[in-house]
């Protein structure tokens, strides 16, 4: 079956897809609101059905590869949730100690395809952390719909502070070289960027189409950030402008990317969102970040 794209849908049910994932929308909303849309007998429904993940055709690396060893662990974290759980990721030879990176999920917590992320940056000889958000609530359910119901009930103040743990426990792994760089999309791309907020030492953060920190917040980064936005992310970027004031008047080091007519959500390839030269440029741009910033 022919791989789907953003250019099979019109703008407009790409519109109403987004805010429907982000909660601004529910599933009777999308569906009521996109049939209006359906052409050639798809219906609402098969709309959704085709703008949803499809994680087994998407998936890169797969869990059992024998280059990796992973697991799935747990620590302490008092200040948050009391506990976190997540997806601990390494190459399974190696010499030395390696940089260490922490991914951080979209707001459906722990799913697959962040697990496949997790696989692919270990490939690139650092040691990944990808903890589930959604752990104190019964972690990532096995169902978009449901996680992303799950997402709203959790407590963000310790959700934040878990991460913030999370961050810590990598910076002090003894087979990792101390330096910790972070990465996330969507939700997690402004975890990210609250993370740079909140971590002096944090060695490296990559936000994919991110949510901004006020310019109060952006004053305290000191870690260099590489941010990807989607040309047509109305909603994220919407912030841009007064972030990038804020970076150059605090004198952040930082290098921004617009990806023109991508969608947000261009680089997770279990959707017809994603945009391959464009995620593949961003990809790339990723991994050379890390490996400027975290091995010197």
């Known amino acids: 079956m022919t791989r789907k794209t953003a250019k099979d849908f019109e703008p407009e049910v790409l519109k109403l897809f987004d805010s429907y994932v982000h909660g601004q929308l529910s599933r009777r909303g999308f569906l009521a609101s996109a049939a209006k849309f359906t052409v050639l007998g798809l219906t609402a429904e098969g709309l959704l059905e085709a703008l949803s993940p499809n994680f087994a ?54 799913n697959p395809h962040i697990e496949d992320i997790a696989r692919r940056i270990a490939l690139d000889n650092f040691i990944v952390f990808a903890p589930d958000a959604l752990f104190p609530l019964g972690g990532y359910p096995g169902d978009e719909d449901k996680a992303r119901e799950l ?59 991110g949510s901004q920190p006020t310019a109060e917040d952006t004053a305290k980064i000191k870690a260099p950030l590489l941010l990807h936005y ?11 402008p007064a972030y990038e004031v804020a970076l150059k008047a605090s004198g952040i080091h930082y290098q921004a990317y617009i990806y023109p007519g991508v969608q947000h959500g261009f680089n997770n390839d279990t959707t017809p969102r994603f945009d391959e030269a464009a995620a593949k440029l961003a990809w790339q741009r990723t991994i050379e970040f890390f490996n400027q910033q975290l091995r010197s």
């Not at 009391?82 to 459906?108: D, S, W």
């Not at 743990?165 to 990465?183: C, F, R, S, W, Y």
């Not at 989607?230 to 841009?240: L, Q, T």
């Open 151 to 209: 997402f709203k009930g959790l407590d963000q103040s310790k959700t934040h502070a878990d991460f913030i743990t999370a961050a810590g426990i990598l910076k002090n792994l003894p087979e990792g070289n101390g330096k910790v760089g972070a990465v996330g999309f969507c939700y997690g791309g402004g975890i990210v960027n609250f993370l740079a907020t909140q971590i002096p030492d944090l060695a490296a953060g990559v936000p994919f189409y």
């Open 57 to 110: 055709q998407a998936q890169q690396i797969g869990s059992d590869d024998p280059r990796l060893t992973a697991k799935y662990v747990e620590y302490p974290s008092p200040a948050g949730y009391g506990k976190i759980r997540g997806y601990l990721v390494q190459p399974a030879k190696f010499t030395g100690k390696l940089p260490t990176v922490l991914v951080v999920h979209e707001n459906r917590g722990l």
């Open 230 to 240: 989607a040309g047509e992310d109305e909603r994220i970027n919407a912030g841009w």
